[in-house]
């Protein structure tokens, strides 16, 4: 029924897209370039102590989707769990000896503080309008996949199955949430009627109930919050 969602999952057309972390394009310069080179290993002290920079002792802040499981999540306490943040712990914190500070919000919230400045920085897909604020690593942390997700007893089914590219989607109602980048870049302009919930877990409420056809989104993350 509308009020126990059940979405059937099925694999969206060009859905696997590399996740990179991203800083301001007006960040400290030496703290950028040590994230484009955070993934290849361990630095010699001298290059450590040039790419730190800023003020001794000062945590990078980074900003996560705070309901984004199994990448990034808030637990009971307040604090961040989840792949991204075991990944940068492991990167920037035992590798190369920097205090991090990991913060969740809103995702739309969390983007417009890195696109603002007030934070030092995020992991995402890095599309054009993204990049536009930040520069991305060279290299990726994970790669995603993004998937079509209808109510179990929706007529799509069959026809969804065949679907090889996105332009199969036009005159279909599309639903996502804010703040998803990837929907936004690909499904913009009027020729897309897209619906954005104010959260995943509403997103799936307003798919449940019939309010558009497809739902749009990462498939872990989804596959997580059923």
Request: aromatic share 8%; charged share 20%; hydrophobic share 40%.
């Amino acid at each position: 029924g509308a009020s126990s969602p059940s979405p059937t999952c099925l694999p969206a057309p060009s859905a696997s897209q590399p996740i990179a972390p991203s800083v301001p394009s007006d960040f400290n310069p030496q703290r950028r370039h040590l994230l484009a080179i955070a993934t290849l290993g361990s630095l010699s002290p001298e290059l450590r102590a040039q790419a730190l920079g800023g003020t001794p002792g000062q945590p990078m802040r980074l900003v996560y989707f705070d309901s984004f499981a199994p990448f990034s999540q808030r637990r009971s306490d307040g604090s961040m769990e989840g792949i991204f943040i075991d990944i940068l712990d492991e990167l920037l914190g035992k590798r190369l000896g920097l205090t991090l500070q990991h913060e969740g919000y809103p995702w739309a919230r969390a983007q417009q503080m890195v696109r603002k400045g007030e934070v030092d920085g995020f992991i995402t897909v890095p599309t054009e309008e993204r990049l536009s604020y930040t520069v991305a690593s060279q290299e990726w942390v994970t790669q995603g996949r993004f998937t079509m997700f209808v109510r179990r007893d929706s007529a799509l089914r069959e026809r969804l199955a065949k679907v090889r590219d996105i332009e199969a989607l036009r005159g279909l109602t599309l639903g996502s949430y804010l703040g998803n980048g990837w929907v936004k870049s690909r499904f913009s302009g009027k020729e897309w009627d897209v619906s954005y919930a104010t959260s995943r877990s509403h997103a799936l409420k307003m798919l449940a109930a019939q309010r558009f056809d497809v739902l749009v989104d990462s498939s872990n993350a989804t596959q997580a919050a059923l």
